[in-house]
């Protein structure tokens, strides 16, 4: 018998239906659908039919259950489990009545034809005892199957079909067919890797705005350094801290390194309406504000140029200064990047400075010692809510201690083995693999660890590394990038191409970048030799339990 839902799930409030749902289940033909608790809406009025019968070759009835002892006195009915809780109740065939009319005229609009077969209304009293003789106009006592009738319903059910169903068809096997989908209303989800993954992210985001109690228990510290893991939401809690000193009317200056962090910091502070930071994004684009123009060489940008902003600083108008900076992947910056910073505060002694950091990423080697931010109190975020428990654990080797992930448990990290020489290519093959399993192109990254991808190399130039964030930021497409330009960043599906490292003394704060940047799915294409060697044993030992992959190629 086909019965929907299979296993109805009947409440403490439902017993009286649950019987009379047994019985029809054990007593009629296995060719009859039986629908509990079919919900109708008829313009403004609503209905229920408790149990819904489509029988092939006989017709259709809508069953009222009514449980309880139910009696009628003086034309109005009444429901009760003894004399103490008697209640008066609603005509049960009326309702009944109700509920088909409403049934029919929803499903004549589904299926664009009328309804002609049989269709018979019908209240049963499970626990209640109708005389044979007993008689009300309006309600047939074939029209009610009482205590005894449900013992044994079946031919009950047909004569009430075939005497009072209004019609003279009996209901076409094909023609119930086409009334079943209505009924299941099936909702169906795409069985793939993908599904379901936006509601981990919602929840990740969930988690990171309650690290907000992080800055409402440290307001009255003017000087702080947060030193977190990765996925910690450090990023997030920067753009706060910069929100609520804005709110109070301070200048403030949201300070990062890298390009693509500094456009996203720009996006995430452009829709304010009201105070907003002096200034938000790359600290060598802050100096270019002010006039200092470029010069040549890595030695100019992290010498030359911090130097020239401190003596520009000097004669720099109190009112053009800042009262507080913050600086997001704080360990990015120079020493003297920092000096010169505080030369643009309005009291370099006691402004605030608010440091947000990753110790283990220090892959421009800048983080010589701390002198330049000594006097900031330490602060440590432990738990990490950005990436699931399975990513996480990737790179927990090198996390400080106390490093405690929160996220769900999420999908397994797959791994592709392959030499460092192929890792462009087969990278390549997993981004249409996921894109065929229904992962969408702006959810995924591919990130290299030495040479860019082709299309990175493309648009990565002076001339058109604007546009190419601008594209990022977008979220129209696939990104192509490096791990170095992708610190604060983060997709739902990243593809982490090993293809070797320019600098093995880097290599393990590269990696430790690369493999926490996916929120929900990591795949590591490279050599496994070339992983043990950086990432160390834990690092092997994670990877040896995850998913062995195989991209499908054409």
Sequence with gaps: MHCIPPEPDFGAGQLAEQAVWNQLKAGLPDDVVLAHSVQVRNGSAEHEIDILVLWPGVGMAAIEVKGGLVTLEQGQWYQSGGKENKHRLLDPIAQSQGSLHGFRKWIEGQLGSKLSNRFAYMAAFPYSRVPQEWVKSGSPRALILD????????????????????????????????????????????????????EIEDEQNHLTIRQKVLLSATRSLPRIKFTGGAGSGKTWLAVEKARLLSKQGKRVGLFCYNKGLGMYL??????????????TGEFHEYVRSLGVPDGIGQAYFDVDMPT??????????????????????AQDFAPLWWEALRGCLKNPDTAEIYAFMDDGQDVYNRWANEDSIRDLLPIHIDENLRNTKRIAATFKSFAEDGFTPRGSTGLPVRRVQCSSEDALDVADSCVDALIDEGWTNNQIALLTTNSRHPIHREYFDEDTIVEYWQEFHADEAEFYGHVLGFKGLERSAVILCVNGFKDMTRAAELLYVGLSRARCLLVIVGDGELLREVGGNQLDGVLSRSQQWVPPTE
Excluded: Y
Excluded at 165 to 183: D, E, Y
């Design 147 to 198: 205590e005894h009738d449900c013992k044994s319903p079946t031919e009950k059910i047909r004569h009430a079909i075939e005497t009072e169903g209004g019609a003279t068809s009996p209901l076409a096997a094909k023609f119930m067919v086409r009334i079943i989908p209505h009924l299941e209303g099936n909702l169906e989800q795409a069985d793939t890797s993908s599904a379901g993954q936006t």
């Design 308 to 329: 020239k902003l401190k003596e520009l600083a000097l004669t720099m108008p109190g009112a053009e200064k800042f009262d507080a900076v913050i600086v997001d992947e």
């Design 266 to 279: 720009q996006r995430q502070v452009a829709p304010w309406k009201s105070a907003k930071p002096t200034f």
